[in-house]
């Protein structure tokens, strides 16, 4: 029989301070006009003291598990990705794990920047459909705005902290689950969207630095070839997707996309405009969003797509 990975429940956290363009106005030479026309981006959650990667990942976590109706404690696989972690060792998986009380169980970070989601999920369904694991937290989560340099306004506009979480279950013989993944690298364009800093290098953590054009022209070709590859992959048209949730950079590289694709953009989800890029916590959080308010239900063909730092670009095809 076939095993398939099923989300059982999604969550999301977001910092409880949201800053609006016109706060960011005040500080660094930009406008509202500015940000939403190039961007869509309205606001940002910016955490706060005590609030970190881990901290938001576990709330993510706490809700994704009372929705799917499924104790900590069964949870035995913990992937989360993250280019933030709380600390350069040990994983924030672990940190996660040790906050929600599971006595037991696989943990350990993904660093695939704002493709971490879509590498997590590929690697936790590959876990899952070998036996290694029942139950999975898959976790997307961040707090960008700890390495963004607020005298940058061409990046530090960009960006959003947050968390995004899912529950998924290994099922035999169902109809529903994850029906196909692809990944890609291309380390070539390592200095397109990058880091200056870490600890084998720098000894410092560094400040964000990216060549927003050429990111932004790489985007739309990566993510148009692989949402082909998986719907070719999972057996389906694009007259079969119910919803597109792609990772929230820019809306215009939403847009742009979903044209190439000759999908209509109301079956695309954006919350770019309210959490602005999240990385990899982007595609979980835009789930929760279009799964809480009543938009994807039980059974619709649902597909995920990212592409950011390295470069790393995936896509997820999956009856949700
Ligand atoms: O999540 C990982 C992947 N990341 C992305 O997907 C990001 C991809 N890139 C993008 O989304 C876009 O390239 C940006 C939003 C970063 C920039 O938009 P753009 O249309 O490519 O603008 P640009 O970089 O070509 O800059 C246009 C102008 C420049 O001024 P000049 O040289 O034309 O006089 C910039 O200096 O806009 C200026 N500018 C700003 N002006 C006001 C750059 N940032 C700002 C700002 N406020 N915040």
């Not at 900590?72 to 280019?83: C, R």
């Not at 982007?282 to 990212?306: H, N, T």
Request: charged share 25%; glycine share 10%.
């Amino acid at each position: 029989m076939s095993v398939k990975s099923v989300i059982r429940g999604v969550g999301a956290a977001l910092p409880k301070r949201r800053v609006d363009n016109a706060e960011l106005a005040a500080q660094v030479d930009t406008s509202d006009e500015w940000i939403v026309e190039r961007t869509g981006i309205r606001s940002r959650y910016i955490a706060g003291e005590g609030e970190t990667t881990g901290t938001l990942a576990a709330d993510a976590c706490r809700q994704a598990l009372a929705r799917a109706g499924i104790a900590a404690a069964d949870i035995d696989l913990i992937v989360l990705a993250t280019a933030t972690p709380d600390q350069t060792f040990p994983s924030t998986a672990t940190k996660v794990q040790a906050m929600l009380g599971i006595p037991d169980a696989i943990a350990f970070d993904v660093q695939a920047v704002c493709s971490g989601f879509l590498y997590a999920l590929s690697v936790a369904d590959s876990m899952l459909r070998g036996g290694n694991a029942r139950r999975a937290l898959v976790i997307g989560a961040e707090t960008f705005s700890r390495i963004l340099d607020w005298e940058d306004r061409a990046t530090c506009v960009l960006f959003g902290d947050g968390a995004g979480a899912v529950v998924l279950e290994a099922e035999d013989g169902g109809e529903r689950g994850i029906l196909a993944t692809r990944l890609h690298a291309d380390g070539r364009h390592n200095e397109m969207l990058y880091v200056d800093g870490g600890p084998s290098t720098t000894g410092t953590v560094g400040k964000l630095r990216m060549k927003g054009r050429e990111v932004f022209r790489h985007a739309v070709v990566n993510l148009h070839d692989v949402l082909g590859e998986v719907l070719e992959a999972a057996d389906l048209s694009v007259a079969d997707v119910d919803w597109v949730v792609p990772h929230q950079a820019n809306a215009r590289i939403i847009d742009a996309t979903a044209r190439k694709l000759g999908l209509s953009a109301d079956r695309v989800v954006l919350t770019v405009d309210r959490h602005a890029n999240t990385s990899a916590a982007s595609v979980p959080l835009a789930l929760e969003v279009a799964v809480q308010d009543g938009r994807i239900k039980p059974g619709d063909i649902v597909v995920l797509e990212a592409m950011g730092g390295g470069f790393t670009w995936g896509a997820a095809a999956l009856r949700f």
